[in-house]
């Protein structure tokens, strides 16, 4: 239950298209719903993060799309562009608790 | 602020040897976390503290892995001894709270 399951594993975009990384989780108690972006030899840095309270989070060429009845939550890279190639991790917790990170999702925008 | 720092970058080592990794969180922090990052599992948790004690070390491998944080400025991971399988990048990160975390450049271990 405290899983965050998350796909795909990799995926391969094209410049200026659209790339959807999905995650589903089984906590309903989850209240907080961060993506993660982590390049090639560095640490994961927070992107955007959405709470139950909304069903979309807009910032910039990124935006959270979250289905709380689904229990899944999604990330959107509008006009992806090369500099976005990087892996993605979405990660969920609960008050109290430290986050829970999904496995991981390795972009490549191909110019 | 310089960011969460962590020494060494990389760390190459033979099996059976003790691998102290250090992290200096942001100042003001008051919490600090330690993950382990390989290609099979992904981001794990291993153990986390808050204003210095440690509240959940239920990642933590085995009893070859040990944590400390004697102060707000310094927390140390010790794997005593290494394997081969321990092999990994490990980070650490600091927060204000359960939420937004902010990871160090993490440490590269091979344990030949």
């Known amino acids: 239950q405290q899983q965050v399951k998350q796909s795909p594993q990799s995926l391969i975009v094209q410049k200026g298209g659209i790339s959807i990384i999905n995650c589903a989780y089984e906590?309903?108690?989850?209240?907080?719903f961060p993506w993660y972006q982590q390049f090639p030899g560095k640490g994961p840095a927070l992107l955007i993060a959405?709470?139950?309270?909304?069903s979309e989070k807009k910032e910039g060429r990124f935006t959270i799309s979250f289905n709380k009845s689904a229990k899944q939550f999604s990330l959107h890279i509008m006009d992806s562009q090369p500099g976005d190639s990087a892996t993605y991790f979405c990660a969920a917790n609960q008050a109290g608790t430290a986050l829970i990170f999904g496995k991981g999702t390795t972009l490549s925008v191909s110019s | 602020d310089a960011g969460v720092i962590q020494s060494p970058r990389h760390e190459v080592t033979e099996m059976g040897q003790e691998v102290t990794l250090r992290c200096k969180p942001i100042s003001g922090h008051d919490y600090l976390f330690w993950y382990r990052q390989t290609m099979m599992r992904g981001l794990e948790l291993l153990i986390y503290?808050?204003?210095?004690?440690?509240?959940?070390d239920s990642g933590m491998p085995e009893d070859r892995f040990s944590a400390k944080m004697p102060n707000a400025s310094f927390s140390t991971l010790k794997i005593q001894p290494s394997e081969p399988r321990d092999s990994a990048v490990y980070f650490c990160a600091s927060s204000q709270s359960y939420n937004e975390q902010f990871f160090g450049p993490g440490t590269r271990l091979t344990v030949l």
């Open positions: 906590n309903t108690a989850f209240d907080y």
């Open positions: 503290f808050n204003n210095n004690v440690p509240i959940d």
């Open positions: 959405i709470r139950p309270d909304v």
